[in-house]
């Protein structure tokens, strides 16, 4: 069973720049992987996710051209760039580990315990 870690949350203000990391132990190989978010009384969110390889990538609209995801030089280890952050940004955001498929992400059922982004106005 894999365990996933998220860090680097924290409190930022707008415009500000946040990176998070997820690193998933018990791989010795590369999976795929995505970022969700849950703000309060809303359901979780798709943010973006990465191939095994890393050089395919997908986004939610919202964070298009903000947000960066990439493959942490560690083996499967997954960051968050997180630029021009805004106060509807502000959510708790988890790691998944799935499976990615001609652009799109399907999550699997490991999640992390997520890691608190808040971005004041």
């Known amino acids: 069973q894999v365990q996933l870690v998220e860090s680097g949350g924290g409190l930022v203000q707008a415009g500000g720049s946040l990176r998070l990391s997820c690193a998933a132990s018990?791989?010795?190989?590369?999976?795929?992987m995505g970022w969700f978010r849950q703000a309060p009384g809303k359901e979780r969110e798709f943010v973006a996710a990465?191939?095994?390889?890393?050089?395919?990538?997908s986004y939610a609209d919202s964070v298009k051209g903000r947000f960066t995801i990439s493959r942490g030089n560690a083996k499967n280890t997954v960051d968050l760039q997180m630029n021009s952050l805004k106060p509807e940004d502000t959510a708790v955001y988890y790691c998944?580990?799935?499976?990615?498929?001609?652009?799109?992400?399907?999550?699997?059922?490991?999640w992390g315990q997520g890691t608190q982004v808040t971005v004041s106005s």
């Open positions: 998944n580990e799935g499976q990615y498929h001609s652009g799109t992400y399907y999550p699997g059922t490991s």
């Open positions: 018990g791989r010795t190989f590369s999976t795929p």
């Open positions: 990465i191939n095994w390889s890393g050089d395919d990538t």
